[in-house]
């Protein structure tokens, strides 16, 4: 019979691949007519770029840029340059079943990448990219969450769940022009410019989410002398951002996970009003991106059955997520960099990043440990310009509120800014700010009853029911398999004995009343 059921139905995100990809790159650079000839290459380092993703059926396509910059010593003046060349690449994972309703969170980082001078004007790159790529699909889950009929007996659970409200990228372009400080020297030519973007606040409103944050820059360049170019030098410039993300469906009841994700940097020197290259114009594009959740509570019906009438239920698995915790921090990471066959006689720049290899949740607490990259430029003890790579292990603790069983999350460390102090001829203490963002989401898996029928034709054929019955129960045993087994009420075994929890908190003598007969 037709029974007077309410259901519910949630969004839940399931992960269709999880997975990283090497992917070679290689390219042969001849040096532009301005550029000087290469006498020597101090360092060869790259970058890459993610312009596009597109989930096809049961395919994922992912293309972007990877970005090498060869630094090296010119032929005739020793001064320091840097060679930049761009190349695109193109990358398809394979589902293995149809991304409908899909959304893909791709992550791209060099591997390694070196170089082969073959002449004072080519340049032979071969490098490798890692491309790490997430894909989710939404689906409903639809199941009982009650029941109205006096017959029957139900256990229904309250499970809160979050549910993805929408995605969305946005990328703005940072245009400005940045001042040398006159304690610095002109600058002859820029080498490089390096990024990192730092989110510091955000808001949701009705339908859109608006970010504010901050673009930190570090310009290493030649500079200026009387007699020519000087040494190197560094200028460090922060750029205050803010966006609005149009995104359908968010509100303030929302929460969210919100990353800036800056691009390569395009700086060139300009003059000043004086005549002297005491500006930069500085060009990059920044990608804001966020994903929002829902957090609510539902009821899921998990068992039930008629002391009087034979009942049919299906039951199905049902693994909903609810955030357990958002981490939106920064960590300090001190390591003793030890740089080999190399003596120090200066430092002129650090550039650190960082590797995540390995997150766990362990003691209710995320455990993050992978490398930096520690990237040295300095003056050797003979005076001359010189590059120095090394890589160190680190490890960070974050605790977790309200943590739990089934701890889910997708956790991003990147470096925002570092300091060093020279300890030695080629030792380095360093101290690295390391900004750690985490959604953390705990898994709850239920075997909730998905369709229910009670046939009022088939009354139960039951032998004659004492008026009270005895039983001895062990310490956690459920009141709800009690009754079922002795087909009675759950509530007349809490009544009859005085009990408030379903689970017995300790040995017990229980008195199982008989059911009374009721009719609809």
């Known amino acids: 019979m037709d029974l007077p059921i309410t259901r519910d139905t949630v969004r839940v995100s399931a992960p269709v691949l999880d997975t990283a990809a090497d992917h070679p790159v290689d390219c042969d650079i001849i040096l532009p007519d301005y550029c000087p000839d290469v006498s020597r290459v101090l360092k060869t ?5 993610i312009d596009a993703k597109q989930v096809d ?14 630094l090296y010593i010119t032929e005739n003046s020793g001064n320091v340059r840097c060679l930049r060349h761009e190349t695109a690449f193109t990358h398809t994972f394979d589902l293995g079943e149809e991304g409908a309703e899909a959304r893909a969170r791709v992550r791209a980082r060099v591997a390694y990448v070196n170089c082969r001078l073959i002449g004072p004007r080519r340049v032979q790159v071969r490098g490798s990219l890692t491309i790490r790529a997430n894909v989710m699909i939404e689906r409903e889950e639809s199941f009982v969450s009650g029941v109205e009929d006096a017959r029957l007996e139900t256990y229904a659970r309250p499970v809160r769940c979050s549910t993805h409200v929408g995605s969305a990228e946005k990328p703005f372009d940072v245009h400005e022009q940045l001042e040398i400080s006159y304690g610095k020297p002109p600058v002859a030519s820029v080498i490089k410019t390096d990024a990192a973007a730092v989110v510091q606040d955000y808001k949701l409103i009705s339908n859109k989410v608006i970010a504010k944050g901050e673009i930190r820059l ?22 205050p951002v803010s966006q609005i993300i149009d995104l359908p469906g968010v509100d303030e009841d929302c929460g969210c996970t919100l990353r800036l994700i800056p691009g390569v940097v395009n700086s060139t020197s300009q003059p000043d009003g004086e005549g002297e290259n005491r500006k930069l114009d500085v060009q990059m594009t920044v990608t804001a991106e966020v994903s929002a959740y829902r957090t609510r509570e539902v009821t899921a019906l998990i068992d039930a059955f008629s002391p009087e009438y034979e009942v049919a239920l299906r039951t199905q698995p049902v693994t909903l997520l609810h955030v357990a915790d958002t981490i939106h921090t920064t960590e300090m990471v001190r390591q003793t960099v030890e740089l080999e066959a190399v003596e120090l006689k200066a430092v002129t720049d650090c550039t650190v990043l960082a590797n995540l290899t390995e997150s766990k949740f362990e003691g ?8 930096l990259q520690v990237s040295v430029f300095a003056v050797d003890a003979q005076g001359g310009p010189v590059c ?8 960070i603790k974050e605790e977790i509120k309200n943590a739990s069983a089934n701890l889910r999350g997708d956790p991003d460390v990147q ?94 003598m229980l008195l199982i009343p008989k059911q009374r007969r009721r009719r609809s």
């Open 45 to 49: 380092e790259g970058c890459v770029e």
């Open 57 to 70: 059926g049961a395919r994922l396509t992912v293309s972007g840029t990877f970005y090498v910059r060869v």
């Open 218 to 239: 570090k310009t290493l360049y030649s500079a200026e002398a009387e007699n020519g170019e000087g040494g190197v030098e560094v200028m460090e410039h922060a750029i």
């Open 364 to 371: 209710g607490a995320l455990l993050l440990a992978g490398e």
């Open 388 to 395: 120095a790579d090394k890589t160190v292990p680190f490890n």
């Open 415 to 508: 470096v925002v800014s570092n300091s060093y102090t020279l300890s030695g001829p080629n030792r380095l203490d360093l101290r690295v700010e390391c900004a750690v963002d985490a959604t953390i989401f705990t898994a709850v898996q239920e075997n909730a009853v998905a369709e229910l029928d009670l046939d009022d034709s088939q009354p139960k054929q039951l032998p004659p029911q004492k008026t009270l019955t005895l039983y001895f129960a062990d310490k956690g045993e459920s009141v709800w398999e009690i009754a079922k087994r002795y087909n009675t009420s759950p509530e007349g075994i809490k009544q009859e004995n005085n009990l408030e929890e379903d689970a017995l908190d300790a040995r017990s």
